[in-house]
């Protein structure tokens, strides 16, 4: 028989305690995050429109475009680079939209988007920039989308509903 007992229930009633209470925050968080929501493949690309048009703080919504050949601009980054488009139309570049940049979320359909998972995922791990990926699981049952942020996103989300990217984009403060 051991002698432990459970911790559970004895740190939840001391955390409801009226003491503990005046250590909670009762505001919500007031730190902006710059984050790049990036749809990987068209089928992204048509899901995140609706949502961008949301209100948002600090985020940019962009979609891949191309693959940008090396940039020989000595920086170290391997010519990892790509050439993006706002969803108002003004064309980027992934270097400049990942400088200053908090998290790095990349959205995708299906496996349309393995290079531009890989570019994005590797720019932003350089950077140290934090990667999230959310797939919306088609109806075939494909898994080639998850099978392709998977190596690229420390955080990877899945739902059949693309009703949920906003919901985590909240979340995730952007």
Not at 29 to 58: C, F, K, Q, Y
Not at 92 to 117: F, I, N, P, Q
Not at 131 to 136: F, K, R, Y
């Given at each position: 028989?051991?002698d432990?007992?459970?911790?559970?229930?004895?740190?939840c009633?001391?955390a409801?305690?009226?003491?503990?209470a005046?250590?909670?925050?009762?505001?919500?968080?007031?730190?902006e995050?710059a984050?790049?929501?990036?749809?990987?493949?068209?089928?992204?690309?048509a899901?995140l429109e609706?949502?961008?048009?949301r209100?948002?703080r600090?985020?940019?919504?962009?979609t891949?475009e191309?693959?940008?050949?090396?940039d020989?601009d000595?920086?170290?980054?391997?010519?990892?680079?790509a050439?993006?488009?706002?969803f108002?139309?003004?064309?980027?570049?992934?270097?400049?939209?990942?400088d200053?940049?908090?998290?790095?979320v990349?959205?995708?359909?299906?496996?349309?988007g393995?290079?531009?998972?890989s570019i994005?995922?590797?720019?932003?791990?350089r950077?140290?920039?934090?990667?999230?990926?959310l797939?919306?699981?088609?109806?075939?049952?494909?898994n080639?989308?998850?099978?392709?942020?998977?190596?690229?996103a420390?955080?990877?989300?899945?739902?059949?509903?693309e009703?949920?990217?906003?919901?985590v984009?909240?979340?995730?403060?952007?």
């Amino acid at each position: 028989m051991s002698d432990r007992r459970p911790t559970l229930l004895h740190s939840c009633a001391r955390a409801a305690t009226a003491a503990e209470a005046g250590f909670r925050v009762d505001y919500p968080n007031s730190t902006e995050r710059a984050s790049r929501i990036i749809a990987v493949d068209d089928g992204a690309a048509a899901i995140l429109e609706p949502v961008a048009d949301r209100s948002w703080r600090g985020a940019r919504f962009l979609t891949f475009e191309a693959a940008r050949d090396g940039d020989g601009d000595g920086n170290g980054d391997g010519g990892l680079d790509a050439h993006l488009r706002s969803f108002d139309g003004d064309p980027s570049l992934l270097s400049d939209e990942l400088d200053g940049a908090d998290v790095a979320v990349m959205v995708a359909t299906g496996d349309a988007g393995a290079e531009a998972a890989s570019i994005i995922g590797r720019a932003s791990f350089r950077r140290r920039i934090m990667t999230a990926g959310l797939v919306v699981h088609g109806r075939d049952g494909s898994n080639d989308a998850v099978n392709v942020l998977r190596p690229y996103a420390s955080v990877l989300v899945v739902s059949p509903d693309e009703q949920y990217i906003a919901d985590v984009l909240t979340a995730l403060r952007a």
